[in-house]
């Protein structure tokens, strides 16, 4: 697969597999660590504008700062 047709493995489903198992990595926690992944990113100076603007549109998908696990306050 080359990198410019703009898919990612994650939006890559596996034929036989249930939705649950499809959704495995789709937990509140996964959902956490994929917000914190794209905050980093707009902090860090060596990132470039474009992959910023990415990162922000995706946080913004992911919820904003609701996304974030203890935002959510469960558990604690």
């Known amino acids: 697969m080359s ?8 939006d890559i489903t596996a034929p ?4 649950a198992d499809q959704n495995i ?8 660590h994929k ?5 980093a990113n707009l902090s860090n100076p060596n990132t470039s504008e474009e992959s ?4 922000e ?3 913004k998908e992911l919820g904003g ?4 696990y203890g935002k959510q ?3 604690e």
């Open 52 to 55: 910023k603007k990415k990162s």
């Open 35 to 39: 917000a914190s992944g794209h905050k």
């Open 57 to 59: 549109q995706a946080l």
């Open 25 to 32: 990595n789709n937990s509140v926690e996964d959902q956490s």
């Open 65 to 68: 700062e609701e996304a974030f």
């Open 3 to 10: 990198s410019s047709n703009n898919v990612s493995h994650q």
């Open 16 to 19: 036989g597999l249930s939705e």
């Open 73 to 75: 306050g469960k558990g």
